[in-house]
C-alpha cells in the first residue's frame, strides 16, 4: 500500500525523530508562482507526460499542509530567472519567513552586477538559505559576476540550494562542468545540489566526495513519476554519503503526493539510521534546527 501524507507523522515517530526538514520548498510572491505554475501546466508535451500540480492551494493552505505532515523547517525557494527581479523575489520571501516562523528565511540571486552588495547585504540580514536556478536563469555558474558573490558566501558558509543538473530539460550552463570551476575557486562554498543533480548523479556524488561543504537534495529523485528503476550502484554510494544527502521534495509543485518521495527513499533499502539522518538531522545540523 502506498504510503500516504497522514502517514507521515507515525512514520517519523517510529524512527524516534520530531519531524522532517525539508530544505527544498517553494513559496513565491503570487504573480511569480503562477508563472510557474502555468510553466508545468504547458511542460507536458515537453515532458511526454501531464505535470499536474498536487497541491494548487493557498499559502496558508500549503502551510498548514507541511505542518500536519510535520515538517518541522522547511526553505521557501525562489529563484531569479532574470536580471533585476531579485530584489522583488527576497522582499517577498522574507516577508513570508517574518509571518511564518518554521520557514527558512531564504533568497536568491542572479549574475547582475549588483549581486556583489545585495547579497552580502542579505547574508549580514540574516538570510538562512538561496537558491539558484541555472536553467531557468540560462546563466554559467562560474559567471565572473558571481564571483564575488560566491567568495562572500564561502566565506559565511551560507547555503545555496543549486539546481545545475540537466533535468528535467538540459540548458546552455547545466551540468558539473561549471560547479567544478566554482568550487575550484571557492572550495567551502556550502552547496547542496538540488534533485541530486539529476540526470548527472555520479559527477556531482563525486563532488561531494571531494569537497567537505558539498551536499544534494532528494528532491523528486526515483519518484515513479521519472518511470526509471534505480541504477544498482547509486544505493551504495548513497549510503557512503549518508551525513550529506538532505531530503527536499519541491512541494508543491510535484505530479504526486508529498509522502511518494518518502516512501521510494524507503525503497532503496538503506536502513532506518540513513533515513534518519536524510529526514532530520542532516538538514537539522545544516540549519541549526532544535526539535
Known sequence: MSLRDGDLPALTADLGLPGIVDVHVHFMAPPILAKVWAYFDAAGPMLGRPWPITYRWTDEERVAHLRSMGVRRFSALSYAHRPGVAGFMNEWTLDFADRTPDALRSATFYPEPEAATYVPQLVEDGVEVFKVHVQVGDFAPDDPLLDPVWGVLAESGTPIVLHAGSGPAPGKHTGP???EHVLSRHPGLALVIAHLGMPEIDDFLDLAERHDN?????TMAFVDFW???????LPPR????????LFGTDFPNIPYEYAH???VLQRLDLGDDWMRSVLWHNGAELFSVTP
Open 238 to 245: 548513497l549510503l557512503g554519503l549518508q551525513d550529506k544527502i
Open 227 to 233: 518511470e526509471q528503476p534505480v541504477p544498482a550502484h
Open 177 to 179: 562542468e561549471g560547479v
Open 261 to 263: 518521495q518518502v516512501e
Open 214 to 218: 558539498v551536499r544534494l537534495d532528494t
